[in-house]
T-cell receptor, first 113, second 110 residues
Framework: EAGVAQSPRYKIIEKRQSVAFWCNPISGHATLYWYQQILGQGPKLLIQFQNNGVVDDSQLPKDRFSAERLKGVDSTLKIQPAKLEDSAVYLC???????????FGPGTRLTVL | RKEVEQDPGPFNVPEGATVAFNCTYSNSASQSFFWYRQDCRKEPKLLMSVYSSGNEDGRFTAQLNRASQYISLLIRDSKLSDSATYLCVALLINDYKLSFGAGTTVTVRA
């Protein structure tokens, strides 16, 4: 069974630039999550989708971050403009239903210079 | 106060030893808990789910103490391959609130 796919794996940008990450969840998984993991910390939930609807985006910095999940499958997370403190690994995860076991993708390592 | 707190460690133990560590959660209404394992520069993977008082899977045992609001993870007969960061997750289903701890690092030495 194919796992959660993410791209790109690595991205280096300068502050104030824009960046987008893509996630393809496991087929049939209704719930999709985006996490931000800063070095030495646990993953922080940014946004959770149930199909193509948002369940929780309370920790998403909406002035610069946006996410969408069109057609309830793939998802993109965008940062515009990026700040130095956005340097982190961005993890995408999916689960069959909300709060079942989450399967994580390999993550995108973002460095903002 | 953080939703989920963990002793960051590191716990350095010899092969074959038993190691245990706790995760405390602040919201008494948290309903379910998970332990994930994360290897260095890798993604987290589910180790164990805890829905009632505890769970056991081979050398790993999780115990939930609702009165004191903590979950423990015990690893028996430690292997070198158990070296990883263990992440605790607390879940508030009714509020759709899911919180990860910062993780406990375990290093098993030969």
């Amino acid at each position: 069974e194919a796992g959660v796919a993410q791209s790109p794996r690595y991205k280096i940008i300068e502050k104030r630039q824009s960046v987008a990450f893509w996630c393809n969840p496991i087929s049939g998984h209704a719930t999709l999550y985006w996490y931000q993991q800063i070095l030495g910390q646990g993953p922080k939930l940014l946004i959770q989708f149930q199909n193509n609807g948002v369940v929780d985006d309370s920790q998403l910095p909406k002035d610069r971050f946006s996410a969408e999940r069109l057609k309830g499958v793939d998802s993109t997370l965008k940062i515009q403009p990026a700040k130095l403190e956005d340097s982190a690994v961005y993890l995408c995860a999916s689960s069959i239903l909300a709060y079942n076991e989450q399967f994580f993708g390999p993550g995108t390592r973002l460095t903002v210079l | 106060r953080k939703e989920v707190e963990q002793d960051p460690g590191p716990f350095n133990v010899p092969e074959g030893a038993t190691v245990a560590f706790n995760c405390t959660y602040s919201n008494s209404a948290s309903q379910s808990f998970f332990w994930y394992r994360q290897d260095c520069r890798k993604e987290p993977k589910l180790l164990m789910s805890v829905y009632s008082s505890g769970n056991e899977d081979g050398r790993f045992t999780a115990q939930l103490n609702r009165a004191s609001q903590y979950i423990s993870l015990l690893i028996r007969d430690s292997k070198l391959s158990d070296s990883a960061t263990y992440l605790c997750v607390a879940l508030l289903i009714n509020d759709y609130k899911l919180s990860f701890g910062a993780g406990t690092t375990v290093t098993v030495r030969a």
